[in-house]
Structures are given as C-alpha cells and as structure tokens.
Nanobody, 126 residues
Framework: QVQLVESGGGLVQAGGSLRLSCAAS????????MGWFRQAPGKEREIVAAISWSGGSTFYADSIKGRFTVSRDNAKNTVHLQMNVLNPEDTAVYYC???????????????????WGQGTQVTVSS
C-alpha cells in the first residue's frame, strides 16, 4: 500500500500563488512517475502536470503552461506544484497521483496511475 498525503491548498486572490506538496510513504518513490490532476465543479478530472521518476521530463497542460511548475525531491519522497498567476478558472480540487514506472518518462492518462491522494481544495477569488 502506498499513501499520498497532500498539503498546501487554500484560498488565494487572483494573481496570487500557492505551492502544493505531496508526500509519499513508499521507499521506492524514486521509481514512481508522479502527476497532478484537478477537477472543477461540473467538469471531468484533467491532467495538470506530470514528472518522470528522475525529474528529467515534465508535462504541462496548455491551460497552465508558463504559470505552474512541477518538481520532485526523491530524497524526501515529495513532489510539488508551484502555482503562480492564479485565476478563478484554476479553482478545483487538486489530486496527487503516482504511477509505477520502470522505464521512466511521464504519464498523462489518469488510468496509468496506481495511487491517488485525497485531494486538496484550491479556490481562487476574483
């Protein structure tokens, strides 16, 4: 069993920043590709960003490209999502997810992820 614990969500004004963190319990964290997904009210869950197990490859959704940055620290079993220039359209529940990856690379399909965090609410006011 792998447990993912998220933190950093909250309320912020448009134009502000938040930093989400996800801590994993697995000692094999370094071989998990990691992803961030979000789900807004009335919308389907969508990929936000992803990062390979080595941290050398990343993916960003077009809607957030240039504003968000994903990173990981394998020594601390953590992954982060730095969110800048937030706007009300970014309001959603954000989920951390882990996918076992022996070959490396990013995963962008939700079905590829084996473990999910509980989700953390991000609300951006105008």
């Amino acid at each position: 069993q792998v447990q993912l614990v998220e933190s950093g969500g909250g309320l912020v004004q448009a134009g502000g920043s938040l930093r989400l963190s996800c801590a994993a319990s697995a000692r094999t964290f370094g071989r998990f590709a990691m992803g961030w997904f979000r789900q807004a009210p009335g919308k389907e869950r969508e990929i936000v960003a992803a990062i390979s197990w080595s941290g050398g490859s990343t993916f960003y959704a077009d809607s957030i490209k240039g504003r968000f940055t994903v990173s990981r620290d394998n020594a601390k079993n953590t992954v982060h999502l730095q969110m800048n220039v937030l706007n009300p359209e970014d309001t959603a529940v954000y989920y951390c997810a882990a996918s076992w990856s022996s070959a490396g690379g990013v995963r962008i399909e939700a079905a590829a992820y084996d473990y999910w965090g509980q989700g953390t609410q991000v609300t951006v006011s105008s």
